[in-house]
């Protein structure tokens, strides 16, 4: 009784999905090493998640495996670095750079700034949306304090109206 209770809880789905808690994974293994019950369910759970997973499947391109064993060959045969060859310089410049007879030349770089350059084009654009949002402000203002005013002119018109009547 207890058993089924708690295979219906969802505690199994949130453990298989990896979305249970701490806590609750330990009350699982728990459960699981008391109540064969709970550890049937468990197992099912699993099979059935991983026929799902086998189903819904996309098979990868054709060639990807070849791909990826290319690049793992080309990351096996590539020369390693010596870290040795990199030595501190006193200077400000940080670390000066040394070209060993079978290891590729580095060079230094520094970012001149740390602002983004926008193309003068964009900046024409950025310009003109920005005015085009101050008239288009101007404008609901504009029509929104002349809505307004017509409201309480048809607000006067209706009490005039009202003591016409009387």
Partial sequence: MIQQQYID??????????????AEVRELMYMKAQYPE????LQQLE???????QHMAIAPPAGTWNK??????ELILRPEFN????QPNTGDKGFKDHQTD???HFIEVEAES???KIHKNWKWVFAAVFILGKIFLGCAIYFYLENRQAQQQVQELKTELKQLKK
């Fill in 47 to 53: 099979l059935d998640m991983e026929h799902i997973a």
């Fill in 68 to 73: 990826i064993s290319d690049t793992i060959d």
């Fill in 9 to 22: 809880s969802g505690i199994l789905e949130a453990y298989v999905t990896g979305t249970a808690t701490d």
């Fill in 38 to 41: 709970v550890n049937f369910a």
């Fill in 114 to 116: 740390n602002h983004m």
């Fill in 102 to 104: 079978n290891g590729p």
């Fill in 83 to 86: 870290p040795g060859q990199f």
